[in-house]
């Protein structure tokens, strides 16, 4: 069931969504070469502490997870899509790091992700994670009362395909609110027209997801949780919740 907010529930979840950017921007302030991905859960941890919200990643298990997720960012570096586990792995010249984040305050849940690359970037790799913010602001452009959810979907398959690269199938958006994880499920591929009518008070994170090498591959690392390409190549990831709004879309994790 697709859960419509009030206006009032929407600026709550603004304040979320706050939180949220605040911490994605820290991350990314604080990453850099030599840096672990433990320290940057750290750095968002303490965001968190500072808001007075809860992390809706830690301890979260999903039916495909065999442990509770132990973090609150999901880090993904290099040929890892999502759901990376930060580890004591530091970070090096050149990394593509993808890094997806969650705050509830307040009883109402934020989702955002940003790519980024520490040091020096490969050409290839900015490209990519342009491509990324190319399709999320497409996705979110289409995002609009009149349009369908195969819209979104739709505009932000056309991104990610019309510059080569693949799409994991079977993971990408969804509706937010009190859960991490509401209905609807927003495809990152889609037949335009098709699907949910967009309606005022609808709240959705989109997020796309590419793969660099092209194809669509993905598999399960060793612990169950990372998700990366068959094709070894590099990924990107962007994400923002959004309220549809008879006024248009409002970006509520906006930095
Ligand atoms: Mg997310
Ligand atoms: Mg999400």
């Not at 997806?100 to 307040?106: K, S, T």
């Not at 859960?179 to 098709?194: A, F, S, Y």
């Not at 309606?199 to 793969?211: D, N, T, Y």
Request: aromatic share 4%; charged share 20%.
């Amino acid at each position: 069931m697709v859960e419509l907010k009030t206006d009032t529930s929407i600026d709550e979840m603004y304040a979320a969504g706050q939180v949220v950017g605040k911490a994605l921007t820290a991350v990314r302030e604080a990453a850099g070469v030599g840096v672990s991905l433990l320290e940057l859960d750290e750095v968002a941890h303490q965001v968190l502490r500072d808001a007075g919200a809860k992390s809706p990643f830690l301890g979260y298990r999903p039916s495909f997870a065999p442990t509770p997720f132990p973090a609150v960012i999901c880090a993904s570096v290099n040929e890892a899509i999502v759901h990376g586990i930060p580890t004591k792995h530091r970070l090096r010249d050149g990394d593509l790091v993808s890094i997806d984040f969650g705050a509830e305050l307040g009883g109402w849940v934020g989702d955002s992700a940003i790519s980024f690359i520490v040091g020096r970037p490969r050409a290839a790799d900015v490209r990519l994670v342009e491509t990324a913010e190319r399709a999320l602001a497409a996705g979110i452009e289409a995002a609009v009362v009149g349009n369908r959810i195969g819209d979104i979907a739709h505009a932000v398959g056309t991104v990610c395909r019309g510059a080569g690269y693949g799409i994991p199938d079977g993971f990408g958006g969804h509706g937010v609110g009190r859960r991490m994880h509401e209905d609807p499920p927003v495809p990152n591929e889609g037949r335009p027209g098709r699907g949910l009518p967009l309606r005022h008070g609808m709240v959705l994170a989109i997020e796309p997801m590419l793969i660099g090498g092209g194809t669509d591959g993905y598999h399960a690392a060793p612990d169950g949780w990372t998700l990366r390409t068959d094709d070894g190549s590099r990924a990107a990831h962007a994400e923002h919740t959004v309220a549809i709004t008879d006024s248009g879309p409002r970006i509520l994790t906006a930095r």
